[in-house]
Nanobody, 125 residues
Framework: VQLVESGGGLAQPGGSLRLSCAAS????????MGWFRQAPGKEREFVAG????????VYADSVEGRFTISRDNAKNTLYLQMNSLNAEDTAAFFC???????????????????WGQGTQVTVDS
């Protein structure tokens, strides 16, 4: 299993970024996926999750209405569109694969078994 994030960088407050996560080594379309983030000195926290069959998404309260998680099963790629960024969004962002196939999205860190190396998002003027 390999998960490779990209798309991070520097954004101004109020700006946007789109993260991608290229997945390989497993049948991507059968697994729920998630995005987490970790700021310096803080624990890794849930950002967004998407079910294996696309139909259902879940978000942390702090990003609801600003971030959108999506997936393209034909391209084995997970996305996170981030709008209206603020300084509190500064963190390393990680994509993660759910433990079992055909599961629903989850906010629980322990329900994911593989992680990417992370991509840094910095929001600063």
């Amino acid at each position: 299993v390999q998960l490779v994030e990209s798309g991070g960088g520097l954004a101004q407050p109020g700006g946007s970024l789109r993260l991608s996560c290229a997945a390989s080594g497993f049948t991507f379309s059968r697994y729920a996926m998630g995005w987490f983030r970790q700021a310096p000195g803080k624990e890794r926290e849930f950002v967004a999750g998407i079910s294996w069959n696309i139909g259902r998404t879940v978000y942390a309260d702090s990003v609801e209405g600003r971030f959108t998680i999506s997936r393209d099963n034909a391209k084995n790629t997970l996305y996170l569109q981030m709008n209206s960024l603020n300084a509190e969004d500064t963190a390393a962002f990680f994509c993660a694969k759910a433990r079992g196939p055909y599961g629903s999205n989850s906010r629980n860190y322990h329900d994911y078994d593989y992680w990417g190396q992370g991509t840094q998002v910095t929001v600063d003027s």
